[in-house]
């Protein structure tokens, strides 16, 4: 069972419109969760992380929500640029020696910016 | 900058073949992992290590094994090669408690 999830495979939006990224998590334990972003043919890139301390972390044009309660995160790319067009992973890690130092990543969302 | 190198950017092997991956890291992480990326599943972890001659069991484990002799390499090995085998094989590294992995390039393995 996927503990985490990203329930939109794909999104298509138009350069200088917001493009928002959800994910959902199932595991409580989470306390630290990362955006990678991921060109064809490259390995994934590290975007933006936040702490389960958080509920807002801010770079840039990127900016990522966290809902505990909700177990809900969410990625803000404003605006959107044509370079931003990519396949975008959620990731969650869990801090306890039985979990190690492993992410859990979800299934991806490929973003389409429509010049 | 971080730099993971892999071996082989693609792999064409046939079922039944014995497979190795590479895997080098030039920052001296403890860590590394390894991980394959399949349409709508996302990334799977493998296998990870924390410190040479060390390694963990990730979800999918089965079929595969891996070597870590030296800090710096971290090799997958497939020892029978299956079609369900063919994917994007990722590796990455990360300092002892940091979250922050960095990937390599990727190997795309078709097994035939």
């Known amino acids: 069972d996927q503990q985490v999830k990203q329930n939109s495979p794909s999104l298509s939006v138009q350069e200088g419109r917001i493009s928002i990224l959800n994910c959902d998590y199932t595991?409580?334990?989470?306390?630290?969760f990362l955006w990678y972003k991921k060109y064809p043919a490259e390995g994934p890139t590290f975007l933006i992380s936040?702490?389960?301390?958080?509920d807002k972390n801010e770079d840039g044009r990127f900016t990522v929500f966290l809902n505990k309660s909700a177990k809900h995160l969410s990625l803000h790319i404003v605006p959107s640029q044509p370079g931003d067009s990519a396949v975008y992973f959620c990731?969650?890690?869990?801090?306890?020696?039985?979990?190690?130092?492993?992410?859990?990543f979800g299934g991806g969302t490929r973003v389409l910016v429509k010049p | 900058d971080v730099k993971v190198t892999q071996s082989s950017r693609y792999l064409v092997k046939r079922t039944g073949e014995k497979v190795f991956l590479e895997c080098v890291q030039d920052?001296?992480?403890?860590?590394m992992f390894w991980y394959r990326q399949d349409p709508g599943l996302g990334l799977r972890l493998i296998y990870f290590?924390?410190?040479?001659?060390?390694?963990e069991k990730g979800d999918i484990p089965e079929g595969y094994s891996v070597s870590r002799e030296k800090k710096e390499r971290f090799s997958l090995i497939l020892e029978s090669a299956s079609t369900n085998q063919t994917s994007m094989y990722l590796c990455?590294?990360?300092?002892?408690?940091?979250?922050?992995?960095?990937f390599g390039s990727g190997t795309q393995l078709s097994v035939l």
């Open positions: 920052m001296d992480h403890e860590n």
């Open positions: 290590s924390y410190d040479v001659k060390m390694k």
């Open positions: 990731a969650a890690r869990e801090t306890s020696k039985a979990a190690g130092n492993k992410l859990t």
């Open positions: 595991n409580s334990m989470f306390d630290y």
């Open positions: 936040i702490s389960s301390i958080k």
């Open positions: 990455a590294s990360s300092f002892g408690g940091e979250e922050k992995l960095f």
